[in-house]
Nanobody, 115 residues
């Protein structure tokens, strides 16, 4: 089993920055790719960014150039650096860890972008 705990969400003004963290514990050696998703109430979850086990990253068009996903293997932590935030980035952000047979989800952290 892998446990994921997100943190770093909050209220930020448009144009501001936040860094989300996702701390992994348990069988972390089984984790391969990791992702950030986000969800607005009443809408489908949206893939925001992915980082593979080899460090390859990819982003949704809506966040390219503004968000950066990274991973610290020593700390077993996934990050999402978000800058130039817009009101439409408001959502609950989830981290996901993939292993060979199971996908693990965190509980989510709320990000609200508003003046």
């Amino acid at each position: 089993q892998v446990q994921l705990v997100e943190s770093g969400g909050g209220l930020v003004q448009p144009g501001g920055s936040l860094r989300l963290s996702c701390a992994a514990s348990g069988r972390t050696f089984s984790i391969t790719d990791m992702e950030w998703y986000r969800q607005v109430l009443g809408k489908q979850r949206e893939l925001v960014a992915i980082i593979t086990s080899s460090g390859i990253t990819n982003y949704a068009d809506a966040v390219k150039g503004r968000f950066t996903i990274s991973r610290d293997y020593d700390k077993n932590t996934l990050y999402l650096q978000m800058s130039s935030l817009k009101p439409e980035d408001t959502a609950v952000y989830f981290c996901v860890a993939h292993s060979r047979y199971v996908d693990y989800w965190g509980q989510g952290t709320q990000v609200t972008v508003s003046s």
